[in-house]
Nanobody
Framework: QVQLIESGGGLVQAGDSVRLSCAASGLTLSNFEMQWFRQVPGKEREFVAG????????SYADFVKGRFTVSKDNVKMTVLLQMNSLKPEDTAVYFC???????????WGQGTQVTVSS
């Protein structure tokens, strides 16, 4: 059974940092790209960052470059999203997604709320 469990969200102030974690199980991670998305009410989920487990290739949405860093822990089978210099517009539910690099079958976590106050 595939499970993606996010943690690390919360209420912070503008300029603060937060680190999100996504613990994965039930997957052969070397076949997947692990991604972070975010969503605010009334809007579609938007891509934030991704990392291919096999070779560590990374991509970011333009709006987070230089502020967010995605990484992986091969031992803990966890994907991390370090978010620095947070802005109120970063307030969203952040979701972890695993997408198979060949079949594109995808799995989602339940999401974790990040709220940035001004």
């Amino acid at each position: 059974q595939v499970q993606l469990i996010e943690s690390g969200g919360g209420l912070v102030q503008a300029g603060d940092s937060v680190r999100l974690s996504c613990a994965a199980s039930g997957l052969t991670l070397s076949n997947f790209e692990m991604q972070w998305f975010r969503q605010v009410p009334g809007k579609e989920r938007e891509f934030v960052a991704g990392i291919f487990w096999s070779d560590g290739s990374i991509s970011y949405a333009d709006f987070v470059k230089g502020r967010f860093t995605v990484s992986k822990d091969n031992v803990k089978m966890t994907v991390l999203l370090q978010m620095n210099s947070l802005k109120p517009e970063d307030t969203a539910v952040y979701f972890c997604r695993a997408v198979h690099r060949i079949t594109t079958r995808a799995y989602w976590g339940q999401g974790t709320q990040v709220t940035v106050s001004s």
